[in-house]
């Protein structure tokens, strides 16, 4: 099969298209004819050796975790699935989820059928960053119907599908990007847009009950400011997190990690079938062109998700 390899840590000229063989499946596992795969920010810290879980990695490496496709074996434990389903997933991260291939191997648990409403595209670009909205919002937010939510970064691969999923839930929700998102925010379905190139956060809100901050860096001192007492802050980049507790003692304060769960997108499915939930695709792109994937999605200016495909 074909697979964009990592040669070596450092930039994305160290990617390039090669064969190798396809990979075996264990008993818990199955065989998915991959049809496009995602790319996370995470993709780029794992592929630069920046990324904790990198460690534990070696050369040469087929990275990605996010992919949508066809099974074509199953593994003698698997009940769930059946040869010709069309499943996706977010593969055995932080593990090595080697999905950046024509065909992948997958924990039969880490998958969910890809709902009807979805194009091979959109799925491969929904599972890290949907599955980490959810958690942040639900298992750490605890968010209730009724109280006010600011996502950070709402334009971007979580932050776009953090706000339509708390709308879901009942929130109000308030968004934040630069001007040129404010459209496509506003069509996720935001009560309130505020342009963060103009309009400090933190001088225009308070009492707010949750931020689900996934911009990072100092954008989580602004985002501690803006909330109540007892208020919940849950951050997914990297960030000084105990430096905000010193300011803002009488918040909760939370850097959370994405966890897989076939489950999850399960529950997820069903606001995809209700049509609560757009996927946003802004590129696709041939596999070859990983690297340009790559740049760009360290630019941090992406809107939505870049997938790519064979
Ligand atoms: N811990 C976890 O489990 C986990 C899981 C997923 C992602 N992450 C991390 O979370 C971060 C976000 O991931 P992502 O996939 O959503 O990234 P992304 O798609 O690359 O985010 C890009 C978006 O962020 C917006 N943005 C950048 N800086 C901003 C700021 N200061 N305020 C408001 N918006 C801003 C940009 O909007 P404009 O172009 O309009 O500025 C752009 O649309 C990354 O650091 C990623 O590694 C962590």
New binding site residues.
């Given amino acids: 099969m074909k697979a964009v390899v990592l040669s070596d840590w450092g930039d994305a000229s160290n990617f390039s298209v090669q064969d190798v063989p396809n990979p075996a499946i264990r008993p818990n596992e199955v065989l998915v004819r991959v049809r496009a795969f995602g790319v996370?920010?995470?993709d780029f810290?794992t592929r630069s050796g920046t990324a904790p879980y990198a460690k534990a990695y070696t050369h040469p490496i087929i990275l990605g975790w996010d992919m949508a496709g066809d099974i074509v074996a199953v593994g003698s434990e698997v009940t769930d699935f059946q040869q010709g389903d069309a499943v996706y997933g977010m593969v055995n991260f932080p593990e090595p989820g080697q999905a950046y291939a024509e065909y992948v191997a997958a924990p039969a648990d880490n998958l969910a059928l890809r709902p009807a409403k979805l194009t091979y595209e959109q799925a491969a670009a929904a599972p890290?960053?949907v599955l980490?909205a959810w958690q942040a919002l639900t298992e750490h937010g605890h968010l209730e119907a009724g109280q006010t939510v600011l996502v950070?970064?709402?334009?971007?691969?979580?932050?776009h599908l953090g706000v339509q999923l708390a709308k879901a839930l009942g929130a109000k929700v308030i968004g934040?990007?630069?001007g040129?998102?404010e459209a496509f925010v506003k069509s996720l379905g935001v009560d309130e847009f505020i342009d963060?190139?103009t309009t400090k956060v933190e001088e225009v809100l308070n009492d707010i009950d949750l931020v689900f901050d996934?911009?990072?860096a100092d954008?989580i001192f602004q985002s501690a400011e803006v909330l109540k007492p007892g208020g919940r802050l849950i951050s997914?980049?990297?960030g000084a997190m105990d430096k905000v507790l010193d300011k803002r003692p009488d918040i909760t304060a939370e850097?959370?990690?994405?966890h897989t769960s076939g489950d999850d997108l399960r529950t997820i499915n069903k606001l995809i079938d209700a049509g609560k939930l757009h996927i946003e695709v802004s590129q696709v792109l041939p596999a070859d062109q990983m690297a340009e994937a790559h740049r760009q999605?360290e630019s941090?200016?992406?809107?939505?998700?870049i997938v790519l495909h064979f």
């Fill in positions: 996370n920010p995470a810290k890290l960053a980490t950070q970064a709402a334009s971007g691969g979580v932050g934040t990007a630069s040129k998102n963060y190139t996934t911009a990072g954008t997914i980049a990297y850097r959370i990690l994405v999605l941090r200016r992406t809107t939505g998700k």
